[in-house]
């Protein structure tokens, strides 16, 4: 079965906890298509040719987690070349036999506008701010601004600004509990299956 799952949203909004549970219940295969971004973010020296020498293997690096290496990976993620480069990656991930859950800023715009469930998950500001604080500790003030500064970066950028597809179903989860979110991001798939 080719059966893909787009989940697109800000940074922190619940795509990876939801992406993975959506992926375990229906035996699909999850990407999380920042960790591309990251690992070329972290790379150093040129993105373009860093993009284009991307290896699986590379996305198994320490450090790719942290706040830094999310900001990193925003600034690389505006270069059109880079975003070219990983292209094909995603879409065979996609369309290979097996149905696939990918999350990211572009999935249900770019990579898979033909994917069969498009999710677009989302939260305030201060609720994401909020929850990476309580993982990474330090001042939550400027986790806030770091944020919002991903946030204006991902959605004001000529290349695949992050936006919702139009035809995405929409979760806020700035009141939701994770099983709630979970749950019902399963019903949306289990309707189309
Ligand atoms: O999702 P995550 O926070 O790991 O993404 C890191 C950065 O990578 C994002 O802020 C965004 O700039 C970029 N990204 C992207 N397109 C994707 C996934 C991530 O531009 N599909």
Redesign the pocket.
């Known amino acids: 079965m080719i059966f893909t799952v787009a989940i697109d949203g800000p940074?922190a909004a619940g795509k990876g906890t939801i992406g993975r549970a959506v992926a375990a219940r229906f035996g699909f295969r999850h990407l999380?298509?920042?960790?591309l971004?990251?690992a070329v973010g972290a790379k150093g020296g040129d993105p373009v040719a860093a993009a284009e020498a991307l290896v699986p293997g590379d996305l198994e690096r320490e450090g790719l987690r942290t706040l830094a290496a999310?900001q990193a990976?925003?600034r690389v993620?505006a270069i059109p070349q880079v975003r070219a480069a990983l292209v094909e990656f995603q879409r065979r991930f996609a369309r290979a036999e097996g149905g696939a859950v990918l999350d990211?800023?572009?999935?249900g715009t770019v990579i898979c506008p033909e994917a069969e469930v498009k999710l677009y998950v989302t939260a305030s500001a201060e609720v994401r701010a909020h929850r990476r604080w309580l993982e990474v500790g330090g001042d939550e003030a400027v986790v806030l601004a770091e944020v919002r500064e991903?946030d204006a970066?991902?959605m004001g950028r000529a290349d695949?600004p992050l936006r919702a597809a139009a035809d995405a179903f929409v979760m806020d989860t700035s009141v939701m509990s994770v099983e709630d979110a979970v749950a019902r991001a399963i019903a949306v798939v289990e309707r189309r299956l």
Not at 32 to 35: E, I, M, V, Y
């Open positions: 940074a999380d298509t920042g960790l971004y990251r999310g990976a925003s993620a990211g800023r572009d999935i991903r970066r991902d695949a």
